[in-house]
């Protein structure tokens, strides 16, 4: 497996435009999390999924934030409108089990709102 | 509230020397403690991971040591080498609605001198 994808690596939008993350867990895996990564608030849990169906979103900032998971193999994080504040790494990451066990993390996407 | 500290938030070694993180946290009911080690640039990659069952666990050199009593665990990297460089992040479950979330810490950048 190749592990967790995600798409793109690198945003660069302008404020008020949408913006769609991608994501693709390990084959297998029933958990999916979405993580925010800033030097201020370091790795903030954002969304986490269980089976496709979102459990606890607590940590989405505002309703401008939304994910889905259509089906076991893909999920976004979209972003209407943005603004320069949600600049920030994004990552998903995905487990078999839950969250007492290891969570595999994706390559990030570096998201910048001009 | 559901909180993970963690200390020192950089941490500066000579090549050799051992480095100590330290981490607290606030749910008593947490029972699933993951270090994660992120390289510049990378996805946090898990290294070392304790359950509530056991107070010490060691791989080579690197060690965590759990204390419930007191709600506070260590990372211990002994002989350190210029590649142990990066930023560490503990993390500790926390129950929100029947499912467990991981609560990450701030993050301790380590930088190990040759």
């Known amino acids: 497996d190749a592990g967790v994808i995600q798409s793109p690596r690198h945003e660069v939008t302008e404020m008020g435009q949408e913006v769609t993350l991608r994501c693709k867990p390990i084959s297998g895996h029933d958990y999916l999390f979405w993580y925010r990564q800033t030097m201020m608030r370091g790795l903030e849990l954002l969304i986490y999924?269980?089976?496709?169906?979102?459990?606890?979103d607590s940590g989405m900032p505002e309703d401008r934030f939304s994910a889905k998971m259509p089906n076991a193999s893909f999920s976004t994080l979209k972003i209407q409108p943005s603004e320069p504040r949600d600049s920030a790494v994004y990552f998903c990451a995905s487990s078999f089990g839950g969250q007492n066990t290891e969570a595999f993390f994706g390559q990030g996407t570096r998201l910048t709102v001009v | 509230g559901e909180n993970v500290e963690q200390h020192p938030s950089t941490l500066s070694v000579q090549e050799g020397d051992s480095a100590v993180i330290k981490c607290t946290y606030s749910d008593s009911a947490s029972n699933y403690f993951p270090w994660y080690k992120q390289e510049l640039g990378k996805r946090p990659q898990l290294i070392i991971d304790?359950?509530?069952?056991?107070g010490e666990k060691k791989d080579q050199r690197i060690a965590v040591t759990l204390n419930k009593t007191a709600k506070h665990f260590s990372l211990h990297i002994t002989e350190t080498q210029p590649e142990d460089s990066a930023v560490y992040f503990c993390a500790a479950s926390m129950i929100s609605g029947g499912y467990n979330k991981l609560i990450f810490g701030a993050g301790t950048r380590l930088a190990v001198h040759p």
């Open positions: 999924f269980n089976n496709n169906v979102p459990i606890d």
């Open positions: 304790i359950r509530s069952n056991v």
